[in-house]
């Protein structure tokens, strides 16, 4: 295949084995081009110029894509060339069996004819894969030379497409392709349906109209009937409206008499009220007059308590007097003993904190002096360490050179002196190893050149990068070897061990402070100090330092003591505070209840002479006797108001009221129920002799006859036709049937190619279901079947491409054509595509597969497979 000015490919040529060929190349490189061109040699006349052919020219070039195809088929061998859009041009020169040249549309029918004499062009169409098409399935029923080969794998199954036919068209006449009635057959049913929708129609009317005639008949009784009840629900409506005015002249007596019952039930509650305010009058009056003795009581009683407080109080403010000042001596004595306390503390603190203050000056200055010696000095552990590895590095690049440079050994034997360049070779062997050029001599005999070749020079070159970048090293650390580095890497370390000791020195100094909190202590104490000495206030703390001895025992002691008894004296001055306030609190309880006292009494006479005047002032209105006779007056005229009302009741509760209303109620609502029902069945009168009327006059009966008449003959007419429509039915799904049986002993050959195939790629438990279009339905693996739909992208592409190699195999006699395989296995894993190498070296042996792809890593497995490049100018 060459292409010239194809797309991106200026002009480039590639050869194809017979087998398996890999066309290798980076995207956009031309492999997709090859596929292309072939189809557009099959299928495009060099005039066409379509967007498909506009698409081959190369960007900002006036050039013609041109393809050529050198190819054997059947018995011809040709080459076919074609130029397009510029200068368009088609050759065909046929080199064998009889050598031809042809060009134009000539050569282009001629090669079309070729193709057609030698070639399946479905079959060719079908084995081509092209990029991005990798996962569909091709179609393969209406290939011929498939068909062919499985006639030949199967044997013949027999001609009977000319039965079928005729049996088809017969199907036709009565059944659409989906089933369903049509002609004489269907249009029958369809008269059958709409005859007896018409008779259904009828016989609805029919019944319709007898429904009529008896509702008329059951109306008329209906309507008898509730005209004689009108007229005995109006009588029995004025007879009850007679008896309920009788019941409203009861009810106005019975009204009266209880309006008379409340008057007299008000007149008696009334002088009873009088009666009890006179009596309530008495009975305060009496309440007062001993509420006044009661208080006089508390008063007397008050006076007496008040003067006993008065007494106790003075007592308790003298001893309060005294505890106080007891209280006052016993502190002053305390802080004297505290004072010189403090001071001795104080003093041992300082004595402390100075010798605090003097070792943490000592270690910080160690170790900044340990901290300026370690700065000063580069090697460090990480700086060793590198060091130490640059050395070995070296050490290694130097064995290495000298392992593999040329080893020389020299043994002189003879009277002839051997040199080795100015060393002479005495008794002992002369050895080295040659990493320069060594020119060996045997004084007039031979003059020898020995060179160290390339390898120990790389060698060289490594070790030579090593000794640099050690060397390196070194003068960064500023040392000069190894040991060097050693040596100031143990300096650092003890420079550094010395740090270490001076900040845990300085730690258990400081203590969790810093050196100036330490100082800043250290002088307030001592100011401290220096001012309690030179205060006058401290003679009196030195003197009883002296007293007690100077020790802190002693001054502790002495503070404990003057302290328990300051407490001691506190505790008694503030039980006689407290019990002079108690004193003092009594007392002005005392006073106050006192004053309360009196002025409850004095309220108390108040209250006493308003209550002797009020019963004096009712006493001259109304005597008490006339509100005791105004009483029992009352009582006897409700007992006769009472009685009178209880008659009237009785005469009213014995007409039944209740009853009476209810019975007025119902004839009321029947009259009413009476009447409008009475008024609905004089209109359906109305109604259904107008519709009884109405159907009368359509004659339903004798319409319902005919169509009942035409409804036979149909179903006559089409029981018939059913019967030759079900016969060929029969028929026809019997014959095809067997067909159907025959066409899976037609496919099974394909099916089998496949399983033996997909054994080897996906295991020995591999099998697929072919329909009957040759198209693979669904996958079993390790007993399971999934729907070829449902498989992954990786696995209906590795199916989609063994049913091509498949009928590349069936097929691959003198009918066969090229499998042409653009940028396919993209799903597959390293396994399967072990696995599909092995299946493509099988398939290359009969027929030839072209594989276009861009990672040859994926086809490196194909045993006989040859690799070709796209070769450009």
């Known amino acids: 295949m060459t292409l010239r000015n194809f797309r991106g490919v200026e002009e480039g040529t590639v050869t194809f084995a017979p087998g398996v060929t890999v066309v290798v190349g980076p995207n956009e490189s031309g492999k997709s081009s090859i596929a292309e061109a072939i189809r557009l040699l099959r299928t495009t006349k060099s005039s066409a110029k379509s967007q498909a052919v506009r698409n081959l020219q190369p960007v900002g070039r006036d ?21 397009w859009l510029s200068r368009p041009m088609t050759e065909l020169e046929v080199r064998a069996p009889v050598p031809v040249q042809l060009s134009g549309d000539e050569a282009h029918q001629r090669f079309d004819a070729i193709l057609a004499e030698t070639v399946d062009v479905d ?76 008779a259904a129609a009828l016989h609805a009317r029919s019944a319709e109209m007898d429904r009529y005639v008896a509702e008329h008949n059951v109306n008329e009784r209906e309507f008898a009937r509730l005209s004689t009840l009108e007229v005995e629900t109006q009588a029995r ?47 305060d009056l009496r309440t007062r007059a001993d509420a ?100 070995t590095t070296c050490q290694v690049a130097e064995g290495a050179r000298d392992a593999a440079a040329t080893r020389l050994r020299i043994r002189a034997h003879g009277a002839h002196p051997v040199s080795v360049g100015d060393d002479l070779v005495g008794d002992d062997p002369y050895e080295a190893t040659v990493l320069d050029e060594v020119r060996v001599t045997i004084d007039g005999v031979v003059d020898v050149v020995i060179s160290p070749g390339t390898p120990p020079a790389d060698l060289d070159g490594r070790v030579a990068e090593a000794r640099e970048a050690f060397e390196a090293a070194l003068r960064d650390a500023g040392v000069d070897s190894l040991a060097t580095a050693r040596a100031s890497h143990e ?8 740090h270490d000791a001076a900040q845990t020195t300085l730690t258990e100094a400081l203590d969790s402070t810093t050196l100036d909190e330490l100082e800043v202590r250290l002088a307030t104490l001592e100011q401290r100090l220096a001012a309690a000495e030179s205060d006058g206030t401290a003679s009196s703390g030195d003197e009883l330092s002296d007293s007690e ?151 339903i009966h004798d319409r319902l006859a005919d169509v009942e008449a035409a409804l036979d003959r149909a179903r006559s007419t089409h029981l018939r036709v059913h019967r030759s429509a079900q016969a060929v039915h029969l028929l026809r799904s019997t014959l095809r049937r067997h067909r159907d049986e025959a066409q899976r002993q037609y496919v ?38 999934v729907p070829f739909g449902s498989l992954s992208g990786g696995a209906r592409e590795q199916l989609g491409v063994l049913g091509r190699l498949a009928c590349a195999q069936l097929v691959a006699g003198d009918g066969g054509a090229p499998v042409i395989l653009d940028d396919t296995m993209g799903f597959a894993d390293p396994e399967r595509l072990q696995q599909l190498a092995v299946v493509l070296n099988d398939v290359g042996r009969s027929a030839q597969v072209v594989l276009l792809t861009c990672q040859p890593s994926r086809f490196d497995s194909v045993g006989s497979a040859r690799t070709a490049r796209l070769v450009t100018a």
């Open 549 to 699: 001895g100077s020790s802190r025992d002693a001054l502790e002691s002495a503070y404990d003591a003057a302290r328990e008894a300051a407490d001691e004296a506190e505790a008694a001055a503030e039980a006689a505070r407290v019990a002079h306030d108690t004193a003092r609190d009594l007392l002005a309880a005392t006073g106050e209840a006192a004053v309360r006292a009196r002025q409850e009494l004095e309220s108390a006479h108040d209250e006493l002479d308003r209550a002797t005047t009020r019963l004096a002032a009712a006493r001259d209105g109304r005597p008490d006797a006339g509100l005791e006779r105004a009483v029992a007056e009352a009582d006897g005229a409700r007992a006769t108001v009472t009685a009178a009302r209880d008659a009237a009741r009785a005469a009213f509760e014995a007409a039944s009221p209740a009853t009476l209303a209810m019975e007025l109620d119902n004839v009321r609502d029947l009259v009413v129920r009476v009447d409008a029902e009475l008024d609905r069945a004089a209109s359906r009168r109305v109604e259904l002799k107008t519709l009884l009327d109405d159907r009368a006059a359509e004659g």
């Open 748 to 785: 099974a050959p394909f099916r089998e190619r496949i399983d033996r195939m997909g054994q080897v790629v996906f295991g020995p438990d591999f099998q697929v279901s072919i329909g009957t279009d040759l198209s693979i339905e669904s996958r079993t693996l390790a007993g399971r079947t």
């Open 237 to 283: 409506l004025a007879q009850a409206e007679k008896s309920v005015r009788a019941l409203h002249t009861l009810r106005e007596e019975l009204t009266r008499a209880e309006d008379a019952v409340r008057v007299a039930e008000s007149g008696h509650a009334q002088a009873v009220r009088d009666l009890a305010a006179r009596r309530s009058l008495v009975d």
């Open 123 to 198: 079959l060719w169409n079908a084995l081509e894969v092209i990029q991005g098409q990798a996962l569909d399935q091709p179609s393969l029923a209406h290939i011929s030379a498939l068909q062919q080969a499985l006639d030949d794998s199967a044997g013949a199954t027999g001609d009977h497409d000319a039965l079928m036919t005729a049996v088809d068209d017969e199907y036709a006449r009565y059944f659409t392709p989906g089933g369903k009635q049509r002609g004489d057959y269907a249009e029958s049913a369809t008269k059958i349906a709409a005859l007896e929708e018409q």
């Open 491 to 498: 300096r650092r370390r003890a420079a550094q061990a010395r």
């Open 63 to 83: 050039v013609g894509p041109e393809a050529e195809i050198e190819l054997e088929t059947g018995p011809y061998a040709l080459v076919y060339r074609k130029r």
């Open 292 to 391: 006044v003795e009661d208080v006089q009581m508390r008063v007397d009683t008050a006076v007496r308590a008040l003067a006993e407080s008065g007494a106790a109080a003075d007592d308790a403010r003298v001893l309060a007097a005294a505890a106080t000042e007891r209280s006052t001596s016993a502190r002053r004595t305390k802080d004297a003993v505290a004072d010189a306390l403090s001071r001795h503390r104080d003093g041992a603190e300082r004595r402390v904190l100075a010798q605090r203050v003097r070792r943490a000056r000592d270690a910080s200055a160690a170790q900044t002096a340990a901290r300026a010696e370690s700065a000063s000095i580069l090697v460090d552990d990480l700086v060793l360490a590198e060091l130490t590895d640059l050395a």
